[in-house]
């Protein structure tokens, strides 16, 4: 019997970990800066409480959730994103309480049953953040900066920042209706989905493949701004270019996730054959009153690890990051291994070898030394330090050069200096 990962999930390999590590640390540079802290909440939550906060019509909740009851008879749901376990963990912990305003980042996996293709996954990766407390645009305008800060400090290329607002409880239902009725006359136009949607979440027919491109004259959310709308999306929109956004106004931009009030945005990149949607984010002022806290503006955003991996890896092109050097320790005789692996672990920590990024590798003391040079060549190692009864005597080590293969017997006390060089 042969076991794969599960349809939708993969693994993370060695060398893609060290990427996405990269990304996560430029993630938490930035949001060190803007001064956000860590928040971990669990894989799973109550099922209603996707159902309460992303809206019971979205897709996310009618056909990609997972879903499950517990031994208990619970029922649960592992998360199809951050933002609703972040807002519940905000209210159950009174965080209002203990400052006035409240930034957050997570980093995790998040689960969709989507039809999985190149970028899209049924387990994928987030790194989000949400604010909590700040209803000014300067909060919006901070979140783009921030996004924006994130994906310039990955240097990833040609990213585009689309933002629009959706208008908030008072103007919304005016667009919502003026949208149907369009959609009412088009009707026979209209592929099945969005004859369903039209119905009972008419917004996301601008997000659908096939209709949203096709139909023209479509009525835009930016003609029924209400005053406090447009005010607020032209502030938010000063205050970021004035900073040195960068962004286009989307009219037809849309959510897939109903919580979203005001601003929404997205970033896109042009990855080939992949999805090009690597972060999204916006208002969503309603909801953590929704789900029984106060009444409490908030914003926030997540990005796709893979997606935002795959566009990293295209951007870096030859710049790619310097690797590590690897130096390998071998033992000449069954006689010296404690020497020879006391030496590979000193080495191992040693602060000085760390900094310049030589890595230390070792262990294979029972084989011949040939068999352990073959190892640490294998291994891709530039040098050989070899352990043997004479050095030991006279306190020094044989230093192999695997290229040229020329070696010379060293003091062991120049060692890592030797190294550096
Ligand atoms: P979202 O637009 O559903 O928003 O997802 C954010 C990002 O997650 C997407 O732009 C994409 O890069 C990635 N993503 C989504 N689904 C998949 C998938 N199946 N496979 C791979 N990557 C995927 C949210 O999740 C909101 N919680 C964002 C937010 C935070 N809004 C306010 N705060």
Redesign the pocket.
Known sequence: MKFQSVRGTHDILPAEAAQFHQVESAARNVFERFGFEEIRTPTFESLSLFHRSLGETTD?VEKEMYAFEDRGGRKLALR?????GVVRAFVEHHLDQIRPFCKLFYIGP?Y?A?R?QA????E?W?I???SFGNASPAADAETLLLVQTLFDSLKIKDFQLKINSLGDEKCRPLYRRALTEFLEKEKSNLCEDCRRRMVINPLRVLDCKIDGPRLGGLPTVDAYWCDECRSHFDSTRNLFEKAGGRFVFVPKLV???D??SRTVF??TADISGA?D??????R?DGLVKDIGGPNMPA??????????VEAWKASQGESAPGRHRLVFIAAQAPEVIAEAFQLLEELRLDQVLRDASIDIEGGFFEKKLGAQLSIADRLGASHCVIVGQDEIRSNEVTLRSLKTSSQERIPRARLISRLIE
């Open positions: 996310v199809p994103e951050g933002t609703a998040m969709r989507e999985p970028g899209r996954y049924r994928f987030q989000g953040a949400e959510r897939g996730l919580y979203y997205e970033v999805q949607a690597l972060a999204a984010g916006g969503y914003l926030g955003f997540a990005l796709g690890m893979e997606r935002t």
